[in-house]
């Protein structure tokens, strides 16, 4: 078994492998080769930050890093970890870490971000073990908004990002994924829909209509209470034919899983965000 970077591995590689590492994962990730790319764009993967574990040349294990600025700090976000089952409870995981270690203090980065399963236990006790610690709780809401909001009041519009508004009105920062910087690398088509009451925008969603996915949404403080988070969900939903996919909503922020328990998605699952300072 040897370690290396993943820099000019093939992308066929990449996926196949990506594919059987989470094949019997508690939530199975199975991405075509297109959606694979594009969730690494979005999170920003930089391969040349990225390692596997290789057995005769094949990759049996890897993660896959991204590297940018995030709450203020230079950070390393883990966007894809796995071992072939075959070759767990090796130290794989372990060797890949140790391996990265030195290059990305050498990149300059602050502090190393992941999520993990919560009831992934054995992931969840290595990355104790290594040194990560609990940050944020995670809720994960898949599902037809099913409440229909008679709203007249408000209107519903298409707008351009409005970053440093946005930012004042959030009850709690975006994680890596859904952040702001997540966003402006996508590559796949989205709606950005502001809600209006008059001429005052006074709240936003954007949505993927391919998957469904609801990166962000608010609605200003202001003016909640009033049927405007209502209104605005189920106005995103119509733009898909999907479920709509609400991932990594702040455990902590009970107006946004009120919101979202009264549209009546259902909630599939909690991840939590750990952090290491390096």
């Not at 088509?189 to 609801?214: A, N």
Request: aromatic share 12%; hydrophobic share 40%; glycine share 6%.
């Amino acid at each position: 078994m040897n370690v290396r970077l993943l820099t000019d591995i093939r992308f066929e590689i990449v996926h196949q492998t990506f594919i059987d590492g989470f094949s019997d994962y508690l939530a199975p990730l199975q991405p075509t080769q297109d959606q694979l790319r594009e969730m690494f764009t979005r999170r920003g993967v930089d391969q040349s930050l990225s390692a596997g574990a290789f057995v005769n040349e094949d990759l049996v294990a890897f993660t896959f890093n991204a590297l940018d600025e995030y709450q203020n700090l230079r950070t390393v976000y883990d966007a894809g970890s796995a071992v072939l089952p075959a070759y767990r409870r090796q130290g794989l995981s372990d060797a890949i870490f140790q391996f990265l270690l030195p290059q990305l203090k050498q990149a300059g980065a602050q502090q190393y971000l992941l999520e993990v399963i919560e009831k992934n236990i054995p992931a969840l006790r290595l990355y104790e073990k290594i040194g990560f610690r609990f940050s944020r709780k995670f809720d994960v809401y898949v599902g037809t908004v099913s409440i229909q909001e008679d709203r007249t009041l408000f209107t519903l519009r298409e707008i351009e990002p409005d970053w440093g508004y946005w930012q004042t009105i959030w009850d709690w920062e975006p994680s890596w994924q859904n952040s702001s910087e997540s966003i402006r690398r996508s590559k796949k088509p989205r709606f950005i829909r502001g809600v209006f009451l008059k001429d005052r925008c006074i709240g936003y969603g954007i949505i993927y209509p391919e998957s469904g996915d609801v990166p962000q949404f608010c609605i200003d403080p202001e003016f909640r209470g009033r049927g405007a988070g209502k209104f605005l969900l189920q106005s995103l939903q119509s733009l898909t034919s999907q479920p709509t996919r609400y991932i990594n909503i702040d455990n902590a922020s009970t107006s946004t899983v009120h919101l979202l328990e009264r549209c009546g998605v259902p909630k599939f699952g909690t991840q939590l965000e750990m952090r290491m300072m390096l």
